[in-house]
């Protein structure tokens, strides 16, 4: 059966709101899909269009990290900011085009979000049933990293969805921890992110 994806765009203006942040430096400006058509847009010296930011990559922004003092990340997630403060050491400020709230990842979101996973890393080394996430759906299909998994954990059994759901892990209450393999932005207390992995 065929999928068609169709991209969703905000039509909401960006613009003035953006040219009202004062931040100081050359600053990066990324956002989701939903803003990506007007951040491309944009030609105010002060920015450098770093694109598209998902919860399982962030190798656009990455690729200008040196040229810049920090982020703009255009949008209403929490986590893309979160995840790519950690992994750049840069400050990321939220422009919330919705809310037309503007804020900036504060050390306490970040020291959560580490203890967070050092927990998760914690339960997966005493865990004696490992379940591994397989998502069939395009762009997080990732058999062949599942494979390598199950090959290096003894104790571990393959699940392959369309769409994983929390409620779905009761049914499999014998598993003590799922790896995910698909896109990381799932935070089930039972789930660890395949790149979280000790």
């Known amino acids: 059966m065929k ?70 990340f255009i949008g209403s997630e929490q986590f893309q900011p979160i995840y790519l403060a950690i992994n750049t050491k840069k400050p990321v400020y939220i422009l919330n085009p919705t809310t037309e ?26 865990a004696d049933k490992i379940g591994i996430l397989i998502s069939n759906k395009p762009g997080q299909y990732k058999l062949k990293k599942a494979l390598k998994l199950k090959n290096k954990y003894k ?19 014998d598993i003590d921890i799922f790896i995910n393999t698909a896109c990381p932005r799932l935070e089930y207390k039972k789930v660890i992110n395949e790149q979280d992995l000790p």
């Open 155 to 173: 104790n571990s059994f393959l699940f392959l969805t369309n769409n994983i759901n929390q409620q779905e892990f009761e049914n499999f209450s």
């Open 101 to 126: 709230k503007f804020s900036k990842i504060s050390q306490e979101q970040i020291k959560k979000y580490k203890q967070k996973i050092k927990g998760k890393k914690l339960k997966f080394l005493n």
């Open 3 to 72: 999928t068609i994806y169709i991209q969703a765009k905000n039509k909401k203006n960006i613009l003035p709101f953006i040219k009202k942040i004062n931040l100081k430096g050359k600053i990066g400006l990324v956002s989701t899909i939903q803003y990506l058509n007007q951040i491309q847009k944009i030609k105010l010296k002060k920015f450098i269009i770093a694109g598209q930011v998902t919860g399982c990559n962030i190798s656009k922004p990455k690729r200008i990290e040196n040229k810049i003092d920090s982020y703009l």
